[in-house]
């Protein structure tokens, strides 16, 4: 009888102390994605990329054992519904982690409730600093934010292309505000200034009477803070009105569909990027890229691999390390001291990851590419600030 006390004991205890979202056979995570909605196309891919990465693990015997479940809630891009999504995976389905969340605007509106429940959230699909800066316990950033992404396209302008006039375009929101803020942070330590800049609204239709003045001002560069359609719209009014300038634009337009509704306006278009492309004469990144895509097409035969679909295999191949470094006696803690460890990390689709006490931004390198022949051709390695 006393051995039977003993063991209820010791299950009431294992009980109590396991980790939310953590069990002997697997480990369950959430990601909130625009599955429907105006945004679907990029939530369903970013979902797509994340499940391609963790069924092959799974496939391959889990972490320690345990599979990986990937609970999707859809908010269609709705901060309002991000916030009840959330609540319900971290409250009722009781979650491990949130993985891999899209959407600036919903990142932020969630943010201080996963921090304040010490619920790790790792990798958002969002370009803002302030879900890094200031660095918070539980909110791991992989994406480069638009603060670095800015610095380093005036660094990149100036240092690479010999660039003094520059003119700035940018969505008035918070998107272009932080990337125009950034770009004349850099330029002050060259002591220069824009000599155009121009906050517009991305749901107009006509830029005509803002590219006018674009002509006057006479740039040698432009710095476009915008997303696909808008910056495309702009693309094709500055070309028509025959402003000849060098544009450079943010890696949220670094995407074959930017290219393919661009057609001949946009080649010769500088863009910022993060994951190396996957050409011949690189052939380290060609073979990782092909590796990815073995991976993805197991779970989505022939599919093509957007760049939504990397981010979300990027999501879900960091989250997975991070599980391998806390242990197979897994708590969120261990998995956010885990994720501290990380130094220049290379996985497969990742590149140059680096987190530590005091530091969520995940990404403080990006390259320069410039669309040639309807193709995206790397023109510089990683650089940072320095």
């Known amino acids: 009888m006393k051995r039977f006390a003993v063991l209820a004991l010791a299950l009431i205890v294992a009980l109590v102390f396991a980790e939310v979202g953590v069990y002997p056979d697997k480990i369950v995570v959430g990601t909130f994605q625009a599955l429907s909605g105006p945004y679907a196309i990029i939530g369903q891919e970013m979902s797509k990329g994340m499940q391609a990465y963790f069924n092959w693990v799974n496939k391959n015997g889990g972490v320690y054992g345990r599979k990986i479940e990937l ?6 891009l709705n901060p309002a519904k991000t916030v009840v999504e959330v609540k319900r995976l971290v409250e009722s389905d009781k979650v491990f982690a949130i993985v891999g969340g899209l959407g600036t605007y919903g990142c932020l509106a969630v943010m201080d409730y996963l921090e304040q429940n010490k619920v790790p959230f790792v990798y958002q699909g969002a370009g803002t600093s302030l879900l890094v800066v200031p660095p918070k316990r539980y909110i791991f950033g992989v994406q480069p934010d638009y603060t670095l992404e800015g610095q380093l396209i005036a660094k990149f302008l100036v240092e690479n292309l010999g660039k003094k006039r520059i003119a700035i375009l940018y969505m008035s929101n918070d998107v272009g505000e932080e990337g125009r803020a950034a770009v004349k942070l850099r330029l002050e330590k060259y002591n220069m200034k824009p000599v155009l800049e121009i906050g517009y609204n991305p749901a107009e239709t006509d830029y005509s009477a803002l590219a006018v003045r674009v002509l006057g001002a006479n740039p040698d560069a432009i710095v476009i803070y915008g997303f696909i359609t808008d910056t495309i719209r702009w693309i094709k009014t500055l070309r028509d009105y025959g402003v000849k300038s060098d544009i450079v634009s943010t890696y949220a337009n670094a995407d074959p569909s930017f290219i393919t509704l661009g057609g001949k306006y946009v080649e010769g278009v500088y863009l910022t990027g993060w994951v190396p492309l996957a050409t011949p004469d690189r052939p380290e990144f060609f073979r990782d890229y092909q590796r990815a895509v073995a991976i993805y097409q197991e779970t989505f035969p022939d599919a093509v691999m957007s760049s939504y679909a990397v981010a979300g295999f990027i ?12 242990g197979p006696d897994l708590t969120r803690e261990k998995l956010v001291e885990a994720l501290e460890t990380f130094k220049n990390w290379n996985g497969i689709l990742a590149k140059d990851i680096t987190w530590g006490p005091g530091q969520r931004r995940g990404k403080t390198t990006m390259y320069f590419m410039r669309i040639e022949n309807g193709m995206f051709v790397a023109k510089t390695d990683l650089i940072g600030l320095e």
Request: overall charge negative; hydrophobic content about 60%; aromatic content about 6%.
């Open 315 to 326: 999501a879900a191949e960091v989250f997975v390390e991070g599980l391998l470094r806390a």
């Open 71 to 76: 609970i999707i809630a859809d908010d269609q």
